[in-house]
């Protein structure tokens, strides 16, 4: 199993760069895609390491047929990454891009029996769950969680939605200090520690 996995893992990698996008981004921040940045005398530079894709997670259709992964493209003038979706078929044909935002596409599952796509993304400026067609079309959000949800999973019927979220436990500095937005100092008030005796 461990050997499939990197199998899919690289060749998802050596494909990443095939495929054209299906979706287009309406906002006006810059796009971040993959570089076409030439290699000379064969040096591997930080700007070549830069350049390249970085592959996140994969799922396998539940058909087998399919695989579903996302690349992260990162730009050093703006100090940011960008991360869109991708499918192929099981054998590593027919690879094709199916995201072109903007935006942060991650954690993609396949739902609803193989028909359709559950990802994350910030589209509306949080971390929501969203599905989309395979092809990557009727793009549509199925949360509306106050705040960001960094992890999810679907039960077998589809009906119940587990997810991973931060919750506040404690006034930060700038919620104690809100004429301080900018401040990021912790005041310690109590503190554990541990003594050590050799004996």
Same mark, same amino acid.
């Given at each position: %199993? ?16 095939? *495929?054209? $996008?299906?979706? !287009? ?15 000379? /005398?064969?040096? %591997?530079?930080?700007? !070549?390491?830069?350049?390249?894709? +970085?592959? /996140? /997670? ?13 690349? !992260? ?9 960008? +991360?869109?979706?991708?499918? %192929?078929? !099981? ?10 935002? &903007? ?14 796509? $559950?990802? @994350? ?10 599905? %989309? ?8 959000? @199925?949360?509306?969680?106050? *705040?960001?949800?960094? *992890? ?16 506040? &436990? ?5 919620d104690k200090y809100p004429d301080l937005p900018k ?15 050799? *004996?």
């Amino acid at each position: %199993m461990r050997q499939v996995n990197l199998f899919i893992m690289s060749t998802a990698m050596l494909l990443a760069s095939c *495929g054209g $996008a299906k979706d !287009a981004s309406k906002s006006d921040q810059v796009l971040i895609q993959k570089s076409n940045i030439q290699i000379e /005398g064969k040096r %591997m530079t930080p700007e !070549a390491l830069w350049a390249m894709g +970085r592959i /996140g /997670g994969l799922a396998v259709s539940p058909d087998g047929k399919k695989i579903v992964y996302t690349v !992260a493209y990162y730009s050093v003038p703006e100090n940011k990454s960008n +991360r869109e979706v991708f499918v %192929m078929n !099981a054998d590593g044909s027919d690879n094709q891009q199916i995201t072109q935002t &903007t935006f942060q596409e991650n954690e993609v599952s396949w739902i609803k029996g193989g028909s359709k796509l $559950a990802f @994350l993304s910030n589209d509306n400026g949080s971390s929501q769950l969203y599905e %989309m067609n395979p092809d990557g079309s009727e793009r549509k959000q @199925l949360t509306n969680y106050e *705040g960001d949800i960094e *992890g999810y999973s679907i039960s077998p019927d589809g009906k119940k939605i587990l997810f991973i979220s931060q919750v506040k &436990t404690r006034q930060s500095t700038a919620d104690k200090y809100p004429d301080l937005p900018k401040a990021s100092g912790i005041i310690v008030t109590d503190l554990m520690y541990k003594h050590w005796m050799n *004996g």
